[in-house]
């Protein structure tokens, strides 16, 4: 008897974290198609622009004070890093700078873009109440989703931060 109760309650589980998961994949979905349209309101909408914004800049911080930059720029880095951080967030939380991020996961220009059940295969519910988006089954996340309001948005980049840049 017990092990039914426990097979019922892990599917139980499983059923809660795929229905948040096809949730979150239409939030996904609506920001993939701003990032694709360069949709700048539509981009607002499905992005936590302070929470991702700090994150950003806090990373940013980081690596200018990483033990791999020279003791010299690492005292300048130490002064300015924080300002220009702050600006480089603000500058980097833009729809044409999540092209590069977006191609990254395979969605180019002229192709479409995948339907939901296809978006959420690719999130992973997080411990926390979180959906993040990983490149392959098994990977680690990249994009991390917040619900607010009803609406998952765009809170947290896990990814390589250098894949974060202005289009000139």
Sequence with gaps: MRIFLV????MGLSACATAQRLDAAGD???????IRDEDQAAFDAHVDRPALKQ????????EARSPKV??????????????????????LVQPKVF???AESYGYKAGQPIP??????????AMDDGRVCATKSKDG??????????????LSGFEGDISSLRLKL
């Design 7 to 10: 097979i019922a309650l892990a």
């Design 28 to 34: 996904v979905h609506a920001l993939l198609v701003s």
């Design 55 to 62: 994150e950003i800049s806090a990373r940013l911080t980081a």
């Design 70 to 91: 020279d003791k010299g720029w690492q005292a300048l880095g130490a002064i300015l890093a924080p300002a220009l951080a702050d600006i480089a967030g603000d500058a």
């Design 99 to 101: 092209h590069k991020v």
């Design 115 to 124: 339907n939901r059940v296809a978006i959420a295969g690719s999130l992973k």
């Design 140 to 153: 680690p996340c990249v994009l991390v989703f917040t619900q607010e309001e009803g609406v998952w948005k």
